[in-house]
């Protein structure tokens, strides 16, 4: 995808490339760059390009955006799609904007060559399926614990992959056989420090296959997945009341305690310490 239509190559010598406006945080993961930008009320960007493929998430504000010949009007939770070197040009509305900014790096660009054709080609995506990954990556960038790299690039590959859907066509079929296995692998290995790639690898398909058929069939995102097997784990034990919690966060998969509060919270509506004595008050009256 790096290598773009000739005429794009020669205009875009010719035009400047761009920031993506004030840069609040950057995350890099296996061949993606995520970049949460904000930019001012009324600013205007003339004529610029990106070096990257880049799928950008309008996650507040607004703007509008021309791309391809056409203009398009972007709100929250449109996804646009931006091939290497296509020229572009945005005036931001009144309240400014914020965006997550994907971009794909030459290494995972050479893994999606076979669909070329369909990614090298502009759009603006605002239909259902896209607005729901949309909030859905913007929810995840919220998180902060260990499985939110799993989750995010998830994430990223399931739009690739709605987005090469949305080009080309894909036919739909049953569970795939080897789902279970990653189900099963991720059930065994939860408290270990996993990768999207690695689980992936160990179920025998491309990162991207394996991303979708997690939505497709379970219902969530393998980040999502792994992080709930992790809290139930964490769960059962804060319920036997025999570990620390420092320990228990520690065999769960997470990295640090307080993301492990954060997350437990979210997941049980208590701090591990307070669901901890809850579980014992109701034991204690049910002895």
């Given at each position: 995808?790096?290598?773009?239509?000739?005429?794009n190559?020669?205009?875009?010598?010719?035009?400047?490339?761009?920031?993506?406006?004030?840069?609040?945080?950057?995350?890099?993961?296996?061949?993606?760059?995520i970049?949460?930008?904000?930019?001012?009320?009324?600013?205007?960007?003339?004529?610029?390009?990106?070096?990257?493929?880049?799928?950008?998430?309008?996650?507040?504000?607004?703007?509008?955006?021309?791309?391809?010949?056409?203009?398009?009007?972007?709100?929250?939770?449109?996804?646009?799609?931006?091939?290497?070197?296509?020229?572009?040009?945005?005036?931001?509305g009144?309240?400014?904007?914020?965006?997550?900014?994907?971009?794909?790096?030459?290494?995972?660009?050479?893994?999606?060559?076979?669909?070329?054709?369909?990614?090298?080609?502009?759009?603006?995506?605002?239909?259902?399926?896209?607005?729901?990954?949309?909030?859905?990556?913007?929810?995840?960038?919220?998180?902060?614990?260990?499985?939110?790299?799993?989750?995010?690039?998830?994430?990223?590959?399931?739009?690739?992959?709605?987005?090469?859907?949305?080009?080309g066509?894909?036919?739909?079929?049953?569970?795939?056989?080897?789902?279970?296995?990653?189900?099963?692998?991720?059930?065994?290995e939860?408290?270990?420090?996993?990768?999207?790639?690695?689980?992936?690898?160990?179920?025998?398909?491309?990162?991207?296959?394996?991303?979708?058929?997690?939505?497709?069939?379970l219902g969530?995102?393998?980040?999502?997945?792994?992080?709930?097997?992790?809290?139930?784990?964490?769960?059962?034990?804060?319920a036997?009341?025999?570990?620390?919690?420092?320990?228990?966060?520690?065999?769960?998969?997470?990295?640090?305690?307080?993301?492990?509060?954060?997350?437990?919270?979210?997941?049980?509506?208590?701090?591990?310490?307070?669901?901890?004595?809850?579980?014992?008050t109701?034991?204690?009256?049910?002895?």
């Amino acid at each position: 995808m790096k290598a773009m239509r000739e005429v794009n190559q020669q205009t875009a010598a010719s035009r400047p490339r761009v920031t993506f406006g004030q840069e609040l945080r950057v995350v890099n993961l296996d061949g993606f760059r995520i970049i949460e930008a904000r930019h001012q009320p009324l600013e205007a960007l003339g004529s610029h390009y990106h070096e990257e493929f880049a799928i950008s998430v309008v996650t507040g504000g607004g703007f509008q955006e021309k791309l391809s010949r056409r203009e398009y009007e972007c709100s929250r939770y449109s996804i646009l799609v931006k091939p290497a070197g296509e020229i572009h040009a945005n005036r931001y509305g009144r309240t400014g904007a914020r965006s997550l900014v994907v971009l794909v790096e030459s290494a995972r660009a050479t893994s999606l060559q076979p669909f070329a054709a369909v990614l090298s080609r502009a759009a603006h995506l605002d239909r259902g399926p896209f607005r729901d990954l949309a909030f859905r990556f913007q929810r995840e960038w919220a998180h902060h614990d260990s499985a939110s790299e799993i989750a995010l690039e998830s994430l990223a590959l399931e739009m690739l992959a709605e987005i090469v859907r949305e080009g080309g066509g894909e036919s739909r079929s049953g569970a795939p056989r080897w789902l279970r296995y990653a189900v099963s692998y991720i059930e065994a290995e939860f408290g270990q420090a996993l990768t999207l790639a690695g689980i992936a690898a160990a179920a025998g398909v491309h990162p991207a296959s394996l991303a979708r058929a997690f939505r497709r069939y379970l219902g969530c995102s393998a980040g999502a997945f792994l992080r709930r097997k992790r809290l139930e784990f964490a769960a059962r034990e804060l319920a036997a009341g025999q570990s620390a919690l420092s320990a228990i966060a520690a065999d769960a998969g997470f990295y640090d305690q307080s993301h492990f509060t954060c997350a437990f919270r979210e997941f049980a509506g208590a701090t591990p310490a307070e669901y901890r004595r809850a579980m014992l008050t109701r034991s204690h009256r049910q002895s």
